[in-house]
């Protein structure tokens, strides 16, 4: 098989047993950073300019007007249209960062390092007394543990400081006339609209990420319609400058996406040895009390009956951990188990816990995206079908990783590291 200039690279490293220096190479290569916190529709990211955008077949000034007809045929006000796009311009800055996607992926741990910084920690701490009365009035309205919303404030926009200065209506025309998605991007630009109908917001205020994430909350507008709310009584719901209405507006996402008061978002635990580490699958979801059964230590005794899946973010040489359904209610907000981690991490950390006792694998060297799609076309290759070949690493990837792993006798982890690649490529 001839591979792409990129793929050939990352063979011709692995062949030489050159892995470290090929990824200090292609790592060196200058890179965007396409946004500045996780969103629910962003990640943080380095990234590498792709060549994969398509010239549009019409000129943007006939693209405005065949949406703006979609708009007011949808309930759109034309003054409402004509005053949001009035001086719009495609924005190519917004349009490059899509057009790009990550070379190299932080580890867990490097994560984590960053999200659970004890900076962030102590002006987490300062705001839960801060703002503890709306805090209080929040968790009693939607069940949503404070520390939890905290986290995410953190997170999303620390603490309201960064919400993003790009104007939501030009970046996410920019998106839906140009870009990757222009369906999702013209659904996106759509709900904006009906936030500016709507009068919480001016068209000048409404301002985001490139992405098109809006507030402290950098909710998008689709899930600012559905989901925001006025939780300061002014009114308005506003994201962007009301601490209130965005952590309330988060506590609403988190209970629709069924959040259950009390419960924790998951525990660290020891795994006994022999352990069937193909259990560590999102799909599989046991009580606790199962899991005790199957030899798994340090389970809270007073979620006996919870059900919770086995997640190892660094495979079976990192630390476990059982998540439950606050976990995956987090994974709706963001879904990504690095942030969804960091989340529960850092709620925890807030209260002075939240330390991780296992020690993670600092020596593995993360796969770069031209690996990590040789990965998946040599194990396509030898018939384990990773469903598709694009450098991520998702669920049909990681079963894919464990029946190899399974093949060759290895903990069936499903972690993709430097170790499996190497044994893929050996059998070229």
Sequence with gaps: MLYPVPLRHSLICLSLGLLSACADQQASQPSSVASATPAPSTATAANQPRNTAVAPAQSFVQWRAQFRQQALDAGIQPAVFDQAFAGISPDEAVVKADNSQPEFTRPVWEYLDGAISAARVRRGQALLGEHAETLAAIEKTYGVDRQALVAIWGMESSFGQFTGDKSVIRSLASLAYEGRRPAF????LLAA???????????SQLLGSWAGAMGQTQFIPSTY??????FDGDGRRNIWTSSADALASAANYLHSSGWQAGQPWGVEVALPEGFDYALADADIRKPLSEWRTLGVKNLPLEFAQARASLLLPAGYRGPAFLVLDNFNAILKYNNSTSYALAVGLLSERLLNGGQVLAKWPRDDLPLSRAQRI?????????????????????ANSRKAIRSYQQSLGWPADGYPNQALLQKLISTL
């Excluded at 991007?185 to 996106?188: G, S, V």
């Design 185 to 188: 991007a013209q659904t996106q």
């Design 193 to 203: 609209l009906q936030i500016l109908q709507h009068g919480d917001v001016s068209s």
């Design 225 to 230: 319609n559905h989901y925001a709310v006025d």
């Design 374 to 394: 040789v990965l998946q076309e040599q194990l396509s290759s030898k018939g384990f079908n990773p469903g598709g070949v694009d450098g991520i690493i998702g």
